[in-house]
């Protein structure tokens, strides 16, 4: 008997002893075909030509609708405009009284020029380094699917969300977000959603830190034109047209420089300063035989700039350039406000700035920050995105919304020739995400959201 009891107890320590060794290897074999699994979605969503100007919408929507099928969560297609859907997807929390948490990303990406990469933009083809090179890649296909990735773990695991967690794909941020974002923003839908913190995209960091943004620059774009009389191309004399365009093109390429040096001198990050570019130059008197008429000085010429403000600029002082020092009428140049192709402000309706807090007011902020190391990664300071995003029409409304794609040591390539991300970053994402997403989810500081929400 006691040897039967022995024999039994060692037959059963051998075979959980080989059962857990097994089962290692097993879950290793199996996390790596998990991993693949993982790549072969990303992949899938790359492939699907979601590139403006004709983005295939269907097709995303059938792969994202049924990724929440995958995932047993309800996905809802919404559209504004007709042709241009949004896809809400709900992972129901146990406390739906608090605010919600919006996880947003974008499905349609920018063209590519096919022959100019190393491989097909729509292949989302993985080299033999890892790299997996695709347009949309790094703008935003990855967070999209990360986001995704990271609620599949977490649901794996068990865990249950305390807030309700919505997960939005929207189109058209390419091109403006009007029909996607914007319309969705100011929508019925959107206010049901009692959304308390969103994420958007950020930019690849070339170091090991990752990148925040807590606001961006506002585009202007600027036409000044000058006029003047016009005269033999063989006269020297004051205020032609061109003369004195050219004087203020002179004056605006010294600020631009004087913002640019903020840069090079390590002072200030991109998103900082004012940066200015000429977008076009249009002066001449056409002439069908030679292109333009040589002998005759023209009596307009016109300049486009494209200007973007951080919200933390002097605004006002800026406009007093452009109109005294730019566009001076003295020197028969025209200036309006109207002349602004595009004038996004740097104020929010009720006239603050459009500014995430970044400090103890914010506690969304110091989640994330807390969310990122507790998943072995780094974050770099906060920072203001050089250029626009859907993010901002959460933020006029108030919101927090911080901007962020988890690729660190990932030189920028969005909307560049050979877009990619290393599986790695990708893999290391949704760890991020995990980590982010539990942390959101989960967070009740006062017990009843009322108070924390006022905070916000
Ligand atoms: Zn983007």
New binding site residues.
Partial sequence: MKFKILLIAFLLSTLTSSSSSSSSSSSSSQSSSEESNIISRFQQYLQIKTDQPTPNYTQSTIFLTNQAKSLSLQSQTIEFVSGKPLILIKWEGTNPELSSIMLY??TD?VPAEHDKWVHHPFEAHLDSDGRIYARGSQ??KCVGLQYLEAVRRLKGWGFQPKRNVYVLFAPD??IGGHDGAEKFSLSEVFRGLNVGIVLD?GLASPDEHYRAFYAERSPWWLVIKAVGAPGHGSKLYDNSAMENLLKSIEIIRRYRASQFDLIKAGLKADGDVVSINMAFLKAGTPSPTTGYVMNLQPSEAEAGFDIRVPPTADTESLERRIAEEWAPSWRNMSFRLGQFQQKVSVYDASGKPVITKTDSSNPWWALLENAVQEAGGKLGKPEIFPAS??ARYFRNLGLPAIGFSPMANTPIL?HDHNEYLHKDEYLKGIKIYESIIKAYASFDEHGSDGRSKDEL
Avoid: A, I, R
Wanted: charged residues 45%; without cysteine.
């Fill in positions: 990303s974008h990406v703008d935003m941020e390419e995209e995003t859907d969005l």
